[in-house]
C-alpha cells in the first residue's frame, strides 16, 4: 500500500496561493468568518461527537426524504467520507467502478489502497454523460462499489434522474453499492435528480460544504448511507481524525440553518458569471468545450488539439492566473476553468487567459 502525492492537489499546493486571479478553483467564492456573522466566541474547543454534532446531524438529516439522523456521518470534508467508505466497502479481492474524469481522491484512494479499480470512462463524443450501457459492461462478479460524481468535476455534466435509478438497479443486481457524490448538486440547474440516497438503502450520498457554499476551509463534508455504513464510516475515522473541528461544525450548522437564505444569492452569481464565461468562449478561435450542464467548472480543450500543460505554467508564471491543466486531472489536452469566484476576478482571469492563448498560438 502506496500513498503517493495526486498531481492534482500538488498543483494547487505549488500555484494557487501565488496568483492574482483564480479561474480554476472548482467552489463558489470563499467566504470569511465576518460574513457569515456568526459569533464563535462560547464554541468549546474540545473534541466533538465521531460522527458529527447531533443538532448537525439532525439538520443534515432534513434534506434526505425518509433519513434520520443515524444515516448521517459528518466528516472532514467529502474527502474522508469517500476514504472511509472505500477502506470500508472494498474489500482485498473486490473490485470499484469510478466514473472518469472526477476529483482525483475517488480513484486514486482506490489505487492507494491496492483495490481491483476499473474507470468508467465518461467520453467527449457522449458530451461527457455517463453511458450505462457501458457501465453495464464493465460489471464484474466481485464488483462491490460503483461510484458517479454528477454534476461533475471537471466536466460539468449531469445526470437525469431515470439514469440515477437505473444506476442503482445496475448496483443492485450487482450486489453492490452505488455512491454518488453529489457535492455541486444545489448548483444544478433547474432541477436536479433526488438525492441518491434517498432512492434505495444501496444508494449512497457524499457531500460537502466545500464547493456551494464556499467554505472549504471548515472542512465539513458527510455521507448519508444506512447506518451500517455510517457506522463503519465512524470506526475509520476513529484512526485517522476521531471527530470535526468544533469551529467547522458550528458554521456548517449556521450556514445550512440559513440555507434557504445564503442559497439563492450564491446561485444568482453563479448563473451571472456563467453568462460572463459563456459568451467569453462564444468568442474563442482556439477553445472548444462541451457546455457545463451545472455545477461551476468546465473542460475546455485546444482545437488544435495537444497538452494544455504549457498554456496552463505559462498563465501561471506570465499572466498571475490560476487553471488546472488537465494532465492533473488524467484528462490532458484540457484544462479546468472555473467560474465560481469572484465576479471582476473572472472577468480579468480571461482577459489573462486571452492572451495567453495568443501567446501559444503565435
Ligand atoms: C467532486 C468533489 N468531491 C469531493 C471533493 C473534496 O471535497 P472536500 O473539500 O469536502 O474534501 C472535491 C474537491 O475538489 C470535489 O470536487
Redesign the pocket.
Known amino acids: 500500500m502506496t500513498f503517493e502525492r495526486m498531481p492534482l492537489e500538488i498543483w494547487f499546493d505549488e500555484h494557487q496561493f501565488e496568483v492574482d486571479y483564480d479561474i480554476g478553483e ?1 467552489g463558489t467564492k470563499f467566504l470569511t468568518v465576518k460574513q457569515l456573522e456568526i459569533d464563535l466566541n462560547e464554541i468549546q474547543l474540545r473534541y466533538g461527537y465521531h460522527l458529527g454534532h447531533p443538532s448537525l446531524r439532525k439538520e443534515i438529516a432534513k434534506q434526505y426524504r425518509g433519513a434520520t439522523s443515524k444515516n448521517v456521518a459528518v466528516t472532514t ?4 467520507a ?1 476514504f472511509a467508505i472505500i477502506a470500508h466497502l472494498v474489500g482485498p479481492r473486490d473490485n470499484i467502478i469510478v466514473e472518469h474524469p ?2 482525483p ?2 480513484y486514486q484512494v482506490a489505487r492507494s489502497l491496492g483495490k481491483d479499480l476499473t474507470l468508467f470512462k465518461l467520453e467527449w463524443e457522449n458530451d461527457f454523460r455517463p453511458d450505462l450501457d457501458k457501465l453495464r459492461k464493465l460489471i464484474k462478479s466481485n464488483t462491490k462499489l460503483i461510484t458517479l ?1 454528477h454534476p461533475n ?1 471537471p466536466t460539468g455534466s449531469v445526470i437525469t434522474k431515470a439514469e440515477l435509478k437505473e444506476a442503482i438497479e445496475i448496483a443492485e443486481e450487482a450486489g453492490a453499492y452505488l455512491m454518488v ?1 453529489e ?2 448538486r444545489d448548483l444544478m440547474f433547474p432541477q436536479p435528480p433526488p438525492l441518491a440516497a434517498t432512492m434505495s438503502p444501496s444508494a449512497i450520498s ?1 457531500t ?4 456551494t457554499w464556499g467554505l ?1 476551509g471548515i ?1 465539513i ?1 458527510w455521507a448519508v448511507a444506512e447506518e451500517s455504513i455510517v457506522e463503519a464510516i465512524r470506526a475509520v475515522r476513529e484512526q485517522v481524525t476521531i471527530c470535526n473541528s468544533s469551529v467547522g461544525e458550528a458554521i456548517a450548522k449556521e450556514v445550512l440553518q440559513k440555507r434557504s437564505e445564503i442559497l439563492p444569492v450564491i446561485r444568482k452569481a453563479v448563473i451571472s458569471n456563467y453568462k460572463i464565461v459563456e459568451d467569453w468562449m462564444n468568442s474563442q478561435d482556439w477553445l472548444e468545450w462541451i457546455e457545463p450542464q451545472s455545477g461551476v467548472v468546465g473542460a475546455p480543450k485546444l482545437k488544435r488539439g495537444g497538452s494544455t500543460d504549457q498554456l496552463c505554467e505559462l498563465l501561471v508564471k506570465k499572466y498571475r492566473t490560476f487553471t488546472v491543466p488537465g494532465s492533473r486531472m488524467e484528462l490532458d489536452g484540457h484544462f479546468r476553468l472555473g467560474f465560481g469566484g469572484d465576479h471582476e476576478e473572472l472577468i480579468e482571469g480571461l482577459e489573462q487567459l486571452s492572451k495567453a492563448l495568443k501567446d501559444i498560438h503565435s
Open positions: 472548482s470534508g467529502a474527502s474522508e469517500n472526477t476529483y481522491s475517488l460524481t468535476n457524490d457535492t455541486y457524499l460537502s460544504m466545500s464547493k472549504p472542512r463534508g
